[in-house]
């Protein structure tokens, strides 16, 4: 009988401690992305998450839910307005369709470089977009980054915008993207980012578009025999928070997460211009062909009525300001 009690008291003891140990537990934060662990993306995660922990003496913790773990980007977006989902880093493909606002940072060669661009995404016009953005059920923290979008295929070298005739490209869920490539003469196949790998596989499209981390990280050369360096869109990534997590936070709280969102972006773009000084070398290990010198004229005449379609929907007022910021 003693026997029993001592252990009915243990187990008491232990059940407390459970408890006590679950109410003092860490907060376990579902950080979403689209792109391949130790990606761009995933060190922009990770960064986030060291920070977040620091400054809340472990009080937060980041779950790293990437390679479309959670679902493609669209879907995660809707996740945070519900709140299926805390946090995410999305590139702005889906984010037309929740803020029309967004859709001009996807216009082809409206940015001049990394420097113009990064400056006008950290600076009162990125603010902006941003505050645009978190209007809209969603909790804009920060302009992060994917890099220069280029194009790859499965059926011949494209040098000119002529040889882009037929072929069909997955683009990401983005009207202006679309249209872009369209007017260039390709087929625009628009595809959650998590299905494109297979579909290239399966040759259900010939080709995608996207920044070199993206391609290097998702080890696109197994399916992809050309490259062409077309830098045709700067595409950038926005860190987004579920408004149900944030309306929870306190104001010190707040600051924490706008502080390890500062620490992603630092370490995206670290990786970015890491695999921009790599990535080609990389994929031309692994046999993709590449073109380098195109003639960005060329391009930029071909998909210039996207920019016609744009401003006949949204106006020219920010296209205008960002391109002023740049002269």
């Known amino acids: 009988m003693f026997r029993i ?15 006590t140990g679950t109410a003092m537990a860490q907060t376990v934060l579902n950080f979403a992305h ?23 003496d472990g ?4 779950r790293e839910q990437a390679a479309g773990a959670l679902g493609g980007e669209r879907d995660v977006i809707e996740g945070l307005q519900i709140g299926s989902v805390e946090l995410t880093v999305s590139s702005t493909g889906p984010l037309g369709n929740f803020v029309p606002e967004a ?3 996807d216009l082809p060669f409206l940015f001049k470089d990394y420097a113009n661009a990064r400056a006008i995404l950290d600076g009162p016009i990125g603010q902006e977009l941003l505050d645009k953005v978190s209007e809209n059920n969603l909790v804009a923290l920060a302009w992060s980054e994917n890099g220069f979008r280029h194009i790859t295929n499965s059926k011949h070298p494209v040098n000119t915008p002529a040889d882009l005739d037929g072929l069909k490209i997955r683009t990401m869920e983005n009207q202006v993207h ?6 260039a003469g390709a087929s625009p196949t628009p595809m959650a980012f998590p299905e494109v790998f297979a579909a290239l596989q399966q040759h259900v499209i010939d080709g995608q578009e996207n920044p070199i981390p993206v391609i290097t990280a998702s080890k696109f050369w197994e399916v992809q025999d050309n490259l062409t360096l077309t830098g045709h869109v700067y595409s950038p990534a926005i860190i987004l928070a579920s408004p149900s997590l ?13 502080e390890a969102a500062k620490a ?16 080609v070398s990389l994929l031309r ?14 391009f930029q005449k071909a998909v210039s009525p996207a920019y016609d379609t744009y401003v006949a929907k949204y106006g020219d007022t920010m296209l205008k300001r960002i391109q002023a910021a740049q002269e």
């Open 5 to 19: 009690r001592s252990l009915a008291a243990v187990s008491a003891i232990a059940i407390s401690v459970a408890f």
């Open 34 to 56: 689209s792109t391949a662990q130790n990606s761009h993306y995933s060190m922009g995660v990770q960064a986030f998450g060291k920070k977040l922990a620091e400054l809340s």
């Open 59 to 62: 009080k937060y913790e980041i």
């Open 103 to 105: 859709l001009v940072l």
């Open 178 to 183: 679309m249209e872009a490539f369209r007017a």
């Open 246 to 258: 944030w309306d929870g936070l306190s104001d010190e709280e707040k600051g924490w997460f706008r």
């Open 264 to 279: 992603g972006v630092a370490a995206t773009r670290a990786k970015v211009e890491a695999d921009e000084a790599n990535g």
């Open 285 to 298: 290990e692994h046999g993709m062909k590449v073109v380098e010198k195109v003639d960005q004229a060329a």
